[in-house]
């Protein structure tokens, strides 16, 4: 059962990239920080199809949240008639800095790095020893930023829809790891989830 989920996720989410990357790549000679997203919220289905197997939880719920978190993001779309809230400048640095700290968080996992929960070996090193959900932070950069030089409803209500996801399914991950002595050693040295000195 665990092979045939595991290759149904891989699949679908190449399917559902392939149509974001379509969409959001005849923008690029327009607006080149779409790239940024195109690399934020590709680059993992990259590393899920190399992924090595680990214990994954496959009770319904927090496998849906992941999904759901992963997939929600790859809908938005450029919105040419929508509102510009800061500048160009300052969107591709907040969409860089979210990218770089996704980047670095995703080689620190490398095939450690899945959708569902599961514990493929702990990781402390790189920005995991600043916070133990960097790759989450990274997204929520990233697609912040896009954000604000795209805002539309429909946009807006899709991000509401991600990040309410993420943050459900970091409780969900932290449940499941911390069954693990290493990552409750983790917890105990890294205190804040995603924020610094807030969550």
């Not at 759901?68 to 938005?76: I, N, R, Y």
């Not at 809230?85 to 907040?94: A, C, D, G, Q, Y």
């Not at 429909?154 to 002595?181: C, M, P």
Request: proline share 7%.
């Amino acid at each position: 059962m665990n092979k045939v989920v595991d290759y149904a996720e891989r699949l679908f989410l190449v399917l559902l990239s392939a149509t974001f990357l379509h969409a959001i790549l005849i923008r690029v000679t327009e607006h080149p920080y779409v790239l940024l997203l195109a690399i934020s919220e590709t680059l993992p289905v990259i590393l899920i199809i190399i992924r090595r197997p680990g214990e994954m939880l496959m009770k319904p719920y927090p496998f849906i949240l992941a999904l759901l978190g992963t997939s929600a993001p790859l809908l938005v779309r450029p919105s040419p008639g929508g509102f510009t809230l800061i500048p160009e400048t300052l969107v591709i640095f907040l969409m860089s800095f979210g990218v770089a700290l996704n980047v670095a968080a995703k080689l620190s996992l490398w095939r450690s790095f899945g959708l569902a929960p599961a514990n493929r070996g702990i990781r402390a090193g790189g920005p995991y020893r600043f916070v133990r959900h960097p790759m989450y932070l990274g997204y929520f950069l990233t697609q912040l930023g896009f954000l604000m030089a795209n805002l539309s409803v429909g946009n807006v209500v899709k991000y509401l829809v991600t990040w309410t996801v993420q943050l459900l399914r970091i409780r969900e991950e932290e449940t499941f790891l911390l069954k693990d002595a290493g990552y409750r050693e983790l917890a105990r040295r890294v205190r804040f989830r995603l924020v610094p000195g807030i969550y």
